[in-house]
């Protein structure tokens, strides 16, 4: 097995990279759509440690927008970011409504968060932003096809054109 090697992705990246193509980030992709739902204060749930989590704060601190609470586990290997029940995400996105953000986004593509987005919605009557609906919204964008085509993955589909 090779070993992970971030310079020979990040060397990968730039030779496969066309400035001219559109593409979409996660990052990009939530600023986007916090932009165009005048989201200002936001809250953050994520499974990282300390300092992935600060580093994301900053990033959309950077970009304008105000974290007001978060919640994260602490976690580092990817394969346990799989394993966080709905339960704890069901708690740490209600934990962090009690802020009342204009959004709350689950942050990491290894969280099933997204099957839970329309129920926390319904609940909360907070739009909830997971990392995994964002990117598809935005893919589904690129490729020119109708968002609204997708159901019960939460308000983003319905509203944000």
């Known amino acids: 097995m090779r070993e992970h090697d971030p310079q020979r992705e990040r060397h990968a990246d730039r030779e496969s990279y066309d400035a001219d193509e559109p593409r979409g980030s996660v990052f990009v992709d939530a600023h986007e759509i916090f932009r165009a739902t005048g989201v200002k204060r936001f ?3 994520t499974p990282y440690r300390d300092d992935v989590q600060l580093a994301i704060v900053r990033n959309y601190r950077n970009s304008g927008f105000e974290c007001v609470a978060e919640r994260h586990l602490g976690i580092q290997d990817n394969f346990s970011f799989s394993e ?3 339960g704890q995400l069901r708690q740490m996105t209600r934990q962090v409504a009690q802020a009342k953000p204009d959004a709350i986004t689950i942050f990491c593509t290894n969280l099933r968060g997204a099957p839970l987005v329309a129920e926390l919605e319904d609940e909360l009557r907070i739009p ?6 964002t990117v598809l919204w935005k893919s589904l964008k690129l490729a020119g ?3 609204q085509r997708v159901t019960g993955w939460g308000r983003l589909f319905r509203e944000v054109s």
Do not use: K, Q, R
């Open 43 to 45: 809250g953050l749930v």
């Open 84 to 86: 966080v029940s709905a």
């Open 128 to 133: 909830i932003y997971d990392t995994i609906p």
């Open 145 to 147: 096809v109708d968002p």
